[in-house]
């Protein structure tokens, strides 16, 4: 990349292109995937319900699809393909809607698993397509000519915040355990006076806490059916090593326009998501805003992943805001590490026990990550929104109402979901970008932004 695009906007201890040692960027690395692996792991159990997948089957599911989010980070990590910003890719909740009307869809014709597997792969394949020719034909930077802090700060704000109740929610199944880690992860990260420390906040409580979950668990402190309980049986029954097998589940290549006109709104979702978490991670590795072509290179690398996890037989894959706020606790940019993290998923891609027992972290851990992250990534938005004139009235009345649009909107949809004879694809479009929080507040402020009359220096353009 170009020099000027890497030039320090402020201070980070591990910049991007920096290199630190094999050794720290295993247990950095490491560290993102213990971050993702919740969320990442979770889509595809849903998914697997939906279906009635067996255990053996989803055990399968799982692996390839930890596989291919390390091939699509890798992709996205390098600025040839992708952006080349310190971003990894995970597994995506827009898809969840799309997919479960693909699986609907697949059982009222009376096909199976194999059926299901195959429609949703041959939607992620051509919906990945459309992706990357968005991304790398260059339509989705230009929409940085029209998007300013005015419009990122709500949007990115909205990602982090609208997860509040999933990270209320994992955590609320054992309060305890969750507090005891929000408090482990902040002593880390800002009371203890040791950088090494301070670099793997998360890492560190999320590890003394599954430690204390074998151990309650092997002494009969925590039964079967408890949230901390850990499945031992799960993890001894797993066979150790699982192999990718292109179109697993049958011919994906056969254009299905259903489960395309479905999954547009999953992938639509997705773009305007990852156009706020480039943005996003770009402030906290202290580098300038993503340029138009990083941003369309990037959204082009995550079309082909999606691409290859549908040929692969996995679930969409996205930018991980989770991951974002890991690089901003940290300060720990280092592509380096990034990389480690995606070839420590793709060994867990073929690892099944291993990955088995990383599957098996309770919920109380979980949380306890999501409530000290999410929150952090919202607080980013708050900063990249203090480049444009917080003083304006315009602009606070457009941050306003954009957030609670944003919060308020999708809940609406999902209740009462949009319907236009004749044109199910458009509504399906409609619905997938209305039900997104992300989504709806970043078109609503970005429609009033460039509307509403305002000057370069109000709105933050050019401002760092």
Partial sequence: MAEEQFKATRVVPWPVDSYPSWGFSFVAGLQHVLTLFGAT??????????????????????????????????????????????????????????ATAIFENVKKGGGGINEMMTALGSALFYGGIYELVVGYSGLI???????????????IMLIGFSLASVA????????????????????????????KINSFPVFLAVAILYLFAVLGTAIKLFPEGHPMFINFKAIADAPWIVWPKPLRYGNIFKFDSFGFAAILAAYTSSMIESFGDYHSVSY????PDPTSQM????????????????????????SYTENIGVVALTGIASRRVIRTGAVILIVLGFLWKLGTIIGTMPSPIIGAAYLSLFGLIGALGVQVFARADVTSTRNLMILGFAFLFGLGLPSVISAHPITIPGATWLANILNGIFHTSMAVGGVTAGILDNIIPGTDKERGIGVR
């Fill in 295 to 318: 941003i369309s290179k990037g959204i082009g690398a995550e079309g082909l992943g999606c691409i290859i996890s549908g040929i692969l037989g996995g679930v969409g894959t996205t």
């Fill in 141 to 155: 930077g230009l929409l940085k000519k029209v998007i300013t802090p005015v419009v990122i700060g709500p949007t």
């Fill in 284 to 287: 906290a590795s202290g580098l």
């Fill in 41 to 98: 792991t979770l889509v595809p159990i849903l998914f697997s319900q939906a279906m009635g997948m067996s255990p053996q089957q989803t055990g399968i599911l799982i692996a390839t699809v930890y596989m291919v989010m390390g091939i699509a980070t890798l992709l996205q990590c390098d600025s040839r393909i992708g952006s080349g910003l310190p971003i990894v890719q995970g597994s995506s909740f827009s898809f969840i809607p799309a």
């Fill in 168 to 195: 209320v929610n994992t955590a609320s199944s054992y309060w305890p355990v969750s507090i005891v880690g929000v408090i482990l992860i902040f002593i880390f990260a800002l009371v203890v006076k040791n950088s």
